[in-house]
C-alpha cells in the first residue's frame, strides 16, 4: 500500500505543473487578446486622426462646390485612386495634404517601420469608399497595418499577430444646398428629361419629385457611348431615375432624398408699373432698350439691341429673341415675367441662332437673378433657351412654376443656374459653381469635415 500511494504523490507533481503551465498559458493568451484590442484602437485612432488631417488640409482647395486637385505630386491636395505609403519621416512641415495625415499617424504612434504600414488614398470622387449614401466633395481612406508583440503565442509562431484599422474622413457640402439646377416640381414624371446631352457642373442637382422616373437619360451623349449624360457634385433625387440611353451618370444618383426648399422662395416680386412700351418690336439696325415695364412684351427679330443695365417688367408677351440676324446683349439686367387680365402670359423664346450675351446685376435685391416668372404661372407653354443659339447667359433663370428647355453652349462653363418647375435639356452645357452668390444669387451653404466610417 505504500508504494501505491507513493506513486500517487509522485502523479501529482507533473500534473500540477502541467495546470501551472496551462494558467500561464490562459493568462498569455487573455493577456495578448487585450493587447490586440489595445493596439487595434490605438491604430483606429492614428487612422481617425490622419483622415481628418488630410481631408482638412484639403480645405483650401475648395472652390464653390468642388475641390481642385494639384497637378503636382509634391505639394498641394492630392487626388487619386491608388494608395499612397508614409514614409518613417514625413515631411516637416507638410508640403501636401497627404503629408499631414502622415504626421498625425506618427504622432499617434504609428510611423512606417519594420512590420507597420500607413497608406492614404484621398480623391474629389463621389460617393466615398465604403459609404455609397453620402454625396462628399473630397474624401481621405487611411489604413494602418501592424504586428503586436507577441508573448506566450510565440511558442506556436513567431510571425507576429497582424491587427489595423481603416477610417475614411470625408468634405461635405454643409448647411443650405449648393446646387445651382433645382428642378421643383414635386410629382411629375421625367421632371428633368436629358436627351442626348452632356450636362457638365461642378454644383449640385436636385430634382424633387417622387416619381419612379424623375430624371430620365436618353439617346446617345455627344461623347458617345460610355461617356457622361451627366457629370456633376451631386445629383440627389426625391424618387427615382432611369438611365435609358448610352451615356453615364457621374456620380449614381442618390435616390429617396428629402425634397430641397426652393432657394429663391423669398425673392420678392416687383410691382409693374405704367407701360413704358406697348407690344414693343424690333427687327433691324440699332437701338437701345432701358428699364421699364413692357406691355405685351419685347420681340427683337433682327438688328443690334443693347439693355441698359436696370429692371425689365415683361407685363404679358414675354421676351421673344429669335434671328440669327440678332446681336442682343446686356449687362446688370435683371427681366420679371408676369401678366394682367389686359396682357396675357408670355414666355421667355431665344432660338433660330441669334448672337446672345446677358448678365444679371451682381449687387441688390436680384443679385444674379436674370429672369424672374411670377410665381402665380402655371402655363405649360414651355420657355426656350434652344435652337443652336449662341447664347451666354451670367445669372440665375428662375422658373418655378413654369418649364424650360435649355440648350447650353458653353464649354468653357458659365456661372448660370437654374431653378425652374420642369427641365429638358438637349444640348451640351457647362454650368459653374458660383461660390459667393454674386452671380446666380445661389450661394453655397459651407463645407464641413466628418468621419464617414
Known sequence: MRLKHGRERGQVLPLATLLIFLLLGMIGFATETGLAFYTRQQAHAAAESAAMATVLAAMSSVSGNSVTCSGSGTSG??????ATACTSSPNSPPKTNLDNGCLFAKQNGFAAATGTTV?????????????????????????VATRQVQLFSELFSNSGLATGALATAALVSNGAPTGCIYVLNAIAQRAFDVEGSEVQTTCGIYVNSSATVALYIGGNPPGGAGSPAISASSIAIVGNYQNGGQGTLVPNPVTGQTAVTDPLAGLPEPTPGSCTATNYNFSQGTTTLYPGTYCGGIHISGGNVTFSAGQYIMLGGGLTIDSASTTATGSGVFFYNTSNSSYSYGTLTISGQPNVTFSAPTSGTYQGIFWFTDRAQTSNSQNQINGATTATIQGTLYMPTVPLLYTGESSTGTYTGLVVNTLEINGSTNFKQDPTGQYTGLSGGGVAAFLIQ
Open 119 to 143: 497608406k492614404i488614398t484621398a480623391n474629389n470622387t463621389t460617393p466615398a469608399p465604403g459609404n455609397p449614401n453620402v454625396a462628399v466633395l473630397y474624401w481621405a481612406q487611411v489604413s
Open 77 to 82: 491636395t492630392q487626388c487619386s485612386s491608388t
